[in-house]
């Protein structure tokens, strides 16, 4: 009869599904916050609220680490993981605080659409991190949030070229949505990144 030697430990299963869910809502925010703007300029205080879920659910991860002698899986993988999801949180709750730093009056198709991927990447790599002891099963996550990364990285520089031609005489405005993009970007990223190291816990646990 097979059995194994390493416990069992679905805490890191949960608190890595929270993380997940805090990051879904939070691109769901900012989503929405950017179609209804400007008059929802202030849901940038509901993505604050969102980002300090994300720290608390980061901290219970690295507290179980300290606390746990024998993990699941490699313990520089769950961190690694963990930390690329806040840090999706963190890059939306960035660009969202750049709409009041900089004053932004209207916004663009262009940071519309990298919300929409964001949205679509979070809802992917919540559902693949739901499968984190099943590696088969967060195969097509991880395969469709790269399609929406290169998606990204598309609207990302058609972002930029815009508003370098729309732009050109005024600097202050190119920076301010040079920023918001890169920002953006930074998060669809990040999620990218959990994504890869997903694939490495299936590598190693298959």
């Known amino acids: ?100 730093i900089y004053q932004v009056e209207a916004v663009t198709n262009c940071v519309k659409g990298q919300a929409d991927i964001l949205v679509a990447a979070t809802q992917e790599l919540t559902a693949a991190l739901g499968h984190i002891s099943e590696p088969s099963r967060m195969e097509m996550h991880w395969i469709n949030i790269h399609k929406l990364e290169d998606a990204g990285d598309e609207l990302h520089r058609t972002g930029i070229k815009e508003v370098f031609a729309a732009c050109y005489d005024e600097p202050a405005i190119i920076i301010c949505w040079k920023d918001i993009y890169e920002q953006m970007e930074e998060a669809i990223d990040s999620c990218e990144r959990a994504a890869s190291i997903l694939e490495q816990i299936a590598v190693k646990n298959s």
């Open 1 to 100: 009869m097979a059995f194994s030697l390493v416990p069992k430990n679905t805490k890191f299963d949960d608190l890595l599904v929270q993380g997940g869910d805090v990051a879904a809502k939070t691109a769901g925010a900012m989503q929405r916050m950017l179609g209804g703007y400007p008059q929802t300029a202030g849901m940038t205080a509901e993505i604050k609220s969102l980002e300090h879920e994300g720290d608390r659910v980061m901290r219970s991860i690295v507290s179980e680490l300290t606390n746990t002698f024998v993990t699941p899986y490699d313990r520089e993988d769950i961190y690694e993981l963990a930390k690329h999801v806040d840090d999706v949180i963190d890059n939306v709750d960035e660009a969202a605080s750049m709409f009041d």
